[in-house]
């Protein structure tokens, strides 16, 4: 893919096959050049040729370079001391440092989107986001987080009792990208916003930036870790509070997990720069978040246990969800020691009366203090705010404006302004959040693909009761599986689903499992008069299961039991806190499993990650080997990749650029792979990339997992000249398995593990690349000989 060379004074170079789009055929002399260094003493000499190797850049084939370069090092070598069996005496000349490659992973990247997920359409135009521009004469005010650690928790949280102006909390930076654009916003692109963020923002209560779905989402669609986000984003943040969501005993996840994971989660997290800790359960069950609440306490952090608002408490012919049972939770809450009580409104459903009727209820029966989180897709969000706040209510979620609004939370500018001059006016000066909101309103043009489609406030959503940020995924959601159309079908049984599944609380995960079976219907036309003798045939989705299974939790009022029985198909429920019943995590075996088949030496984080999302974490670490680390690409770039004659900046370290142009991409050859030629730093580099949309008639070969060991893969490019083993025969680890020959040489591919021969993909004879899949495996324990 790459080839250049290191020469200067005192080098000489005797080229062989080395050029880029050479084709490397097993048969020759596998020299690509001969490198020769002179200097008036061995060590000059050495000295020079150390230099040279490390110039040399070939990429796309093995080279001994990390070999050359540990014997040049090496002291003996330096010394003249070596005899014929230095290789032999020295196995550390092995210890070979792999090249990142980084830039050539890049350009791979890159070319990748430009082929398959661009399919080579020119991308939208976009205006390039302008930075917030921090004035000189900026006030210097004590942010939350620095009053917070010289009060101390007790006298803070007696503060915000005490305190007669409103208090705001932004979630730009987590449930509003959330319910507008899928969760897509990018660590890249809340870093270019964090200093100004720091300089304007510290006259709010919080942050909210992590947690929900945030967490999943980094991993399997950004190609990014949340903790790392966490961890810059503090960096850059330091005086205002962080505040997270976390679902208790489902985590940040969509399934219960056990409680180690959940208070080692948390734990984490806290010292990761975690602050205050919104604590909900998506049934309101309140034993399902006594562990979470009693962790977060154990933390010194701040926790707010929530209630999750479903329904209207001033619908007399809704009785299941009334003012009396808002009231005993937050009591039964109060109870457990939390620090603050939140009203999660997640579906925008707390109309303005209500509001004021239940926070007045709340202050006048709880001492803790009140905080509400709605949203605004019915356009009441912001009457809500303020008529909770004419009740008492001591802070209250926005966005700013230009993240605002819709399946959003309320514009936080709105709400300011409203209560300009007011008892409790914020005093916030919005100069500076004006700045920061242009620069969101320029950004959200990158994400617009990922828009929910909804451009008007949306009143019916009292009658669908869907959270705001479930629209926008539910939509995505319905257009993978081909319902694109059929869109108004899955709002109307997301409506029926709800009654089915017996009028509960949906927030995730229930939200989700509520969305499944919406989905599910729409595809089987299913509706309340046939789901139960139909479903006796069907397969549930998963998330439906769970739920009659009672792995989410019980509900108020339990499960419909004629649907409990339909779904589970005989399985007997739990009536139990779930994670009561699941073995703890072994987080010793996870990391050594992490560790070597990932070539890594995992943290807690990495261990927690994997726990919680085992698969999308893996296919996070294979992204890593992949591509490297892609967070530094501008977001346009990571989304739609280059035009023709575009050109981005990228910073792989610090001070440390590529300058990365795009030339042209090639028409489609009979591999299926495409030719796409990009000017890095002023050289011109090729990449091939397979074309996912080609369907000409091409062999594809597989490739091996190498870090499967039942998967056996080439060790290197070749021909097989003999199978030593046959479908059905078992093996022991290290027994042979196959000989492939290339460069003159016989190589033995061997059993990484003892198991049974379950196929063979070549035969004598095929010529075949590296890490092409040869065999599988199915394990087996070999018996000893006696």
């Known amino acids: 893919q790459v080839y250049r060379t290191g020469s200067g004074a005192g080098i000489r170079l005797d080229g062989g096959n080395g050029c880029a789009g050479f084709d490397i055929s097993p048969y020759y002399d596998s020299l690509l050049v001969k490198t020769v260094s002179w200097d008036r003493t061995f060590k000059k000499a050495i000295n020079k040729m150390l230099r040279s190797i490390r110039e040399f850049r070939i990429r796309g084939v093995k080279t001994n370079v990390g070999f050359l370069i540990n014997v040049l090092e090496n002291p003996l070598f330096q010394e003249g001391k070596c005899s014929t069996k230095f290789i032999d005496e020295h196995p550390e000349l092995f210890n070979i440092k792999e090249s990142k490659n980084r830039a050539t992973k890049l350009l791979q990247f890159i070319g ?11 991308k939208p135009v976009f205006t390039t986001p302008h930075k917030p521009i921090i004035r000189t004469d900026i006030p210097d005010i004590e942010g939350s987080r620095q009053q917070l650690e010289k009060l101390g928790k007790k006298a803070y949280i007696d503060k915000i009792r005490n305190e007669k102006k409103l208090l705001l909390t932004d979630t730009s930076m987590r449930d509003a990208h959330q319910s507008l654009v899928a969760t897509r916003l990018r660590t890249y692109d809340f870093l270019q916003a964090a200093p100004a963020t720091e300089a304007y923002m510290k006259d709010l209560f919080s942050l909210e930036m992590w947690g929900g779905a945030t967490y999943d ?7 990014e870790s949340p903790w790392i986000r966490l961890q810059k984003l503090r960096k850059e943040i330091p005086d205002i509070l962080f505040q997270m969501l976390f679902r208790a005993s489902n985590g940040v996840g969509y399934t219960n997990y056990p409680d180690n994971v959940i208070t080692k989660f948390i734990k984490e997290a806290a010292e ?47 009785s299941k969800y009334n003012l009396e049972y808002y009231i005993k939770m937050a009591q039964e809450l109060e109870a457990l020691g939390t620090d603050i009580i939140c009203i999660k409104d997640m579906a925008g459903l707390l109309k303005p009366q209500a509001a004021y009727t239940l926070i007045k209820a709340l202050k006048d029966n709880v001492k803790a203090p009140i905080h509400l989180h709605t949203h605004d897709t019915s356009g009441n969000g912001v009457a809500t705010c303020l008529m909770a706040s ?20 309320p514009s ?22 004006e700045q920061i909101g242009d620069y969101y309103y320029d950004l959200r043009e990158v994400y617009k693909k990922f828009e929910s489609g909804l451009t008007t406030s949306f009143a019916q959503i009292y009658q669908y009761e869907m959270p705001g940020g479930q629209y926008s995924n539910l939509k995505a959601q319905a257009d993978s599986l081909g ?62 299961v769970d739920y009659c299974k009672g792995m989410i939790g019980q509900p108020v009022g339990g499960i419909p039991q004629d649907l409990q029985e339909v779904v589970l198909k005989g399985e007997a429920p739990i009536t139990e806190r779930p994670g009561k019943l699941m073995p703890l995590a072994d987080f010793e075996a996870d990391k050594k499993y992490l560790d070597e088949k990932f070539s890594m030496d995992s943290n807690i984080r990495n261990i927690l990650s994997y726990e919680l999302y085992p698969k999308v974490y893996e296919d996070y670490l294979r992204h890593l080997q992949e591509y490297n680390d892609i967070s530094k690409l501008e977001s346009h770039v990571f989304f739609y990749g280059l035009d023709k004659d575009e050109e981005c900046d990228v910073e792989i370290e610090e001070g440390k ?80 398995l196959i000989v492939i020959e290339a460069m003159k040489m016989e190589t033995n591919i061997v059993a990484k593990v003892a198991g049974k021969i379950s196929s063979i993909e070549v035969k004598e004879g095929d010529m075949v690349t590296d890490k092409q899949l040869l065999m599988t495996m199915e394990a087996v324990e070999v018996e000893a000989e006696a």
């Open 657 to 736: 650029s590529l300058s990365i142009r795009l030339i042209g991409v090639g028409e489609v050859k009979e591999n299926g792979y495409r030719t796409v030629i990009f000017r890095m730093n002023g050289s011109l580099r090729e990449v091939e990339i397979k074309d996912n949309n080609y369907s000409g008639l091409i062999r594809q070969v597989e490739l091996a997992d190498m870090d499967d060991p039942l998967q056996i893969g080439a060790a290197i490019p070749g021909k097989v000249v003999k199978t030593l083993v046959k479908k059905g025969d078992v093996v022991e680890e290290n027994q042979p």
């Open 217 to 223: 989402v980094a991993y399997r669609f950004l190609n």
């Open 412 to 433: 936080l500018n709105a709400v300011v302004e409203a209560l300009r001059f007011d008892e409790r006016d914020t005093n916030i000066d919005l100069f500076g959040y």
């Open 390 to 409: 004419k009740a008492g209510v001591d802070i209250v979620d926005t966005a700013l404006q230009s993240m605002a609004g819709l399946t959003s939370q």
């Open 112 to 122: 990748n989107v430009i082929v398959n997920e661009n399919k080579c359409a020119q």
């Open 483 to 544: 319902l694109k159309d059929e869109f108004d079908s899955v709002k109307e049984n997301y409506k029926k689903a709800n009654k089915i599944l017996g009028d509960i609380i949906k927030v995730t995960p229930s939200s989700k499992v509520v969305g499944d079976l919406a989905i599910f219907m729409t595809k089987n036309k299913l509706d309340e008069e046939n789901i139960i003798e139909e479903g006796k045939k069907l397969s549930f989705p998963d998330s439906v």
């Open 272 to 318: 990761q720069g975690i602050d205050v800790i919104r604590i909900f359960d998506s049934l309101n069950w309140v034993e399902n978040m006594k562990l979470s609440i009693d962790a977060g306490l154990e933390t010194g952090k701040i926790v707010e246990a929530t209630m999750c608002y479903t329904g209207d408490i001033l619908d007399p012919s809704k």
